[in-house]
């Protein structure tokens, strides 16, 4: 049974970096073709792609949030993580990971968690 | 970035009734990496349709996909109150990865 659960700071300010947890099971980032992505989504908005990270360390990421991601995972603890530099009140939303592969994409997605930036 | 323009944003249908639903590309995409997701008021997203026409484990045979190139379309053929929702074609086939606005689906 695959499941994802994200986890986050609920609220935090402006320039601050956001760090989010996706720790999952019923699968392995070390097993070939597999993948996390992070997709977020203001209230009452569409969604939107941020990053993926790959069993073989490969990571893409959305060029319009330029240089504030970095994705990585820890394979042993079956995590991945998403950091966010310098967030603004337009980073307020709720943040998924998903697992994702080489033969389907995002086909099992945790809860979200929602983030709040505000002063 | 490839844009994906899905029309109509909205639909409201009588249950029985058969809704489709397009997603144009702004350039041409491989079928292999054009996916549809379900969202329900409330939920997480979750995968309907991958790769244009596949149906997801448990999804019911009354939704469909097709297309190619840039012109893709999502059917479900006799709307039920369970699909109540809003749905979104997404694009895998170069980065970064988009999604469509959506398309919220109401009962009449």
């Known amino acids: 049974q695959v499941t994802l659960k994200e986890s986050g700071p609920g609220i935090l300010q402006p320039s601050q970096t956001l760090s989010l947890t996706c720790t999952f099971s019923?699968?392995?980032?070390?097993?070939?073709?597999?993948?996390v992505g992070w997709i977020r989504q203001p209230s009452g908005k569409g969604l939107e792609w941020l990053a993926n990270?790959?069993?073989?360390?490969?990571?893409y990421y959305n060029p319009s949030l330029k240089n504030r991601l970095t994705i990585s995972k820890d394979t042993s603890n079956n995590q991945a993580f998403l950091k966010i530099t310098n967030v603004d009140t337009a980073d307020t939303a709720t943040y998924y990971c998903?697992?994702?592969?080489?033969?389907?994409?995002?086909?099992?997605w945790g809860q979200g968690v929602m983030v709040t930036v505000s002063s | 970035a490839i844009v994906l323009n899905q029309s109509p944003s909205s639909i409201i249908a009588s249950q029985g009734e058969k809704v489709t639903i397009t997603c144009r590309a702004s350039?041409?995409?491989?079928?292999?990496?054009l996916h549809w997701y379900q969202q329900k008021p409330g939920a997480f997203p979750k995968l309907v349709i991958y790769s244009t026409s596949y149906r997801a484990s448990g999804v019911p045979s009354r939704f469909s996909g097709s297309g190619s190139g840039t012109s893709y379309s999502f059917t479900i053929s006799r709307v039920e109150a369970e699909d109540v929702a809003t749905y979104y074609c997404?694009?895998?086939?170069?980065?970064?990865?988009?999604f469509g606005g959506g398309t919220k689906l109401e009962l009449k």
């Open positions: 350039s041409s995409i491989s079928s292999n990496y």
């Open positions: 998903a697992r994702v592969s080489w033969e389907l994409p995002f086909d099992y």
């Open positions: 990270i790959w069993w073989d360390d490969d990571k």
């Open positions: 019923g699968f392995s980032l070390s097993t070939y073709g597999m993948g």
């Open positions: 997404q694009q895998g086939s170069s980065n970064p990865w988009t």
